[in-house]
């Protein structure tokens, strides 16, 4: 006997509309996993600028320099004198536009 967890039931809708296995489905999984990836390093930038890591440390290093090509140069649009402040208000929100424009994006992919 095997498990049926709906017992001849219909699933629940997916909250996006129904799921589809065609090009557009690899396409938003590229989407999804690029921004996820780019708002992790960021988010990570942010955590290790915060905890004042050590910049001489390979691993910082390298998380430093994705977190700079991900930020797209706007890393000096706000421009407060407090350097930690500055960080956070620029890689947060590059973190927060990676995801919202990722989200964007993948609604509209998802559109029949």
Known sequence: MSYDPYRGHAPPPHPYG?????????????VHLVSGLAASVLV??????????????GFVELIY???????LDL????????????????????ALGYLLIGQVI???????
């Open 106 to 112: 993948i609604r509209a992919l998802r559109r029949p």
């Open 18 to 30: 129904p799921p589809r296995e065609d090009r557009s489905s690899t396409a938003i999984r590229i």
């Open 75 to 94: 890393g000096a649009v706000f421009t407060p004198g407090d350097e930690t402040l500055r960080a956070v208000l620029n890689y947060g929100f590059a």
């Open 65 to 71: 320099t994705l977190a700079r090509v991900f930020v």
């Open 44 to 57: 990570l930038h942010l955590g290790l600028t915060l905890l004042g890591a050590n910049e001489g440390n």
